[in-house]
């Protein structure tokens, strides 16, 4: 599976973005999805994901409320609904997605699947 991530872009604080996760190659509705970002001069740091049914979705507490994980199984797309942007949000943006469901969504090992990332700048 290869994944490529869009969506990523400059915006104003409070403002929205939506990015897109497309997975090429067959089983994506049967793999977990997230979305992991990389600040500036920061490690890789879990921001949501969603497991293979839709079921289970995790969230980094920095992020609730604000932030939407969501998939469209039909079009072997995820995405990241990202309202109310703050400056911190700013950092490439990453999806990942793995064969086997596992109860810890957050630790970079646990998947097989990387796309290139996608930048979003957030201006204050």
């Known amino acids: 599976v290869q994944l490529q991530a869009s969506g990523g872009g400059l915006v104003q604080a409070g403002g929205s973005l939506r990015l897109s996760c497309v997975a090429s190659g067959r089983g994506f509705s049967n793999y977990d999805v997230a979305w992991f970002h990389q600040g500036p001069g920061k490690e890789r740091e879990f921001v949501a994901a969603i497991n293979w049914s839709g079921g289970g979705i995790v969230y980094a507490d920095s992020v609730k409320g604000r932030f939407t994980i969501s998939r469209d199984d039909a079009r072997n797309t995820a995405y990241l609904q990202m309202n109310s942007l703050k400056p911190e949000d700013t950092a490439m943006y990453y999806c990942?997605?793995?064969?086997?469901?596992?109860?810890?969504?957050?630790?970079?090992?646990?998947?097989?699947?990387w796309g290139q990332g996608t930048l979003v700048t957030v201006s204050s």
């Open positions: 990942a997605a793995r064969r086997l469901s596992h109860s810890d969504y957050i630790s970079e090992e646990n998947y097989d699947f």
